[in-house]
C-alpha cells in the first residue's frame, strides 16, 4: 500500500466531499499520521470508511466523522480541550496539534496504554490521558472545548456545567438508528445554544449509562 496516496485518497474522497473544507484540519490530516494510531491487526483498514476495533469493544471513528468534529469545533491555540473516550488517542493528537492543552479520559486500560504509547511515538507532549469513566464530567476544572467521542442518551448536566461561558461542546446523543451530532456552545452561566450538524448512528460511549428498550 502506497500510505500517502491513500491518505491523499482517503481526504479527497472521503473526508472533503463530507463538507470538511477548512483547509487547516484537511492539512493537519497529513500532519498527524492516522496509521500511527491503528492497531497493527487493522493496518490495512487505517485509511478506510470504517470504525476500527479497539480493545474492550471500543472503535475509532471513521476518519470523516473526526475530522468534521476538529473542523466545527475550530479549536484555538489558546484553548483548553477535555475528551471524553481516548480510544487510541488519534483525536486526542488531532486536537493537540490545534489546542493549548488536551485532557482526555478513557475507561479502558489497555485503551489508556495504547494512547500514551501513539502519543508518545508522534512526540506529542500536550496531551494527559487519565483513566477513569468520564462519561458523567471529570473534576471540577472547566475547558473552553469538551469533545465526546462516542454517543450519550443525554449529555449529563455535569459535561454541561464543564464548559467555560463562551465554549464548546461536540457531542452525540439519541438513540438509534438516528442520532444527532450537535455543537453546543455556553452563552452565558444559565444559556446554551445547539446546532444540529448531522444525524448518524454510532456506539455509545464505554461507561454511558445505556437506555433499555424493552417494549411493554
Not at 492516522?34 to 471513521?62: C, H, K, N, T, W
Not at 493549548?100 to 501513539?118: C, F, G, P, R, S
Not at 469513566?133 to 442518551?153: F, I, K, R, T
Not at 438513540?175 to 448518524?200: D, G, H, L
Request: hydrophobic letters at 45%; charged letters at 20%.
Amino acid at each position: 500500500m502506497n500510505i500517502e496516496q491513500a491518505r491523499f485518497n482517503m481526504i479527497e474522497q472521503q473526508i472533503r466531499p463530507w463538507n470538511v473544507l477548512d483547509q487547516d484540519v484537511l492539512d493537519l490530516l497529513h500532519v498527524v499520521k492516522r496509521e500511527q494510531f491503528v492497531p497493527a491487526a487493522y493496518q490495512s483498514l487505517a485509511f478506510a470508511d470504517v470504525e476500527i476495533p479497539l480493545p474492550g469493544g471500543d472503535v475509532m471513528l471513521a476518519p470523516k466523522f473526526e475530522a468534521r468534529i476538529l473542523q466545527e469545533l475550530n479549536v484555538k491555540k489558546h484553548e483548553t480541550v477535555l475528551e471524553i473516550g481516548t480510544g487510541s488517542g488519534y483525536m486526542a493528537a488531532l486536537l493537540a496539534h490545534r489546542a493549548a492543552k488536551v485532557t482526555t479520559v478513557e475507561i479502558n486500560q489497555d485503551n489508556k496504554a495504547l494512547a500514551e504509547q501513539n502519543l508518545a511515538k508522534a512526540a506529542i507532549g500536550n496531551v494527559k490521558v487519565e483513566l477513569g469513566n468520564g462519561a458523567a464530567g471529570w473534576g471540577q476544572e472547566q475547558y473552553d472545548v469538551v469533545v465526546v467521542s462516542g454517543a450519550l442518551e443525554v449529555l449529563p448536566e455535569a459535561l454541561l456545567k464543564q464548559v467555560k461561558v463562551g465554549g464548546r461542546i461536540a457531542c452525540i446523543t439519541g438513540q438509534p438508528p438516528v442520532m444527532e451530532f450537535n455543537i453546543i456552545t455556553r452563552m452565558s452561566e444559565t444559556a446554551y445554544n445547539t446546532v444540529k450538524v448531522f444525524e448518524t448512528n454510532i456506539r455509545y460511549l464505554a461507561g454511558a449509562p445505556v437506555p433499555s428498550h424493552f417494549q411493554f
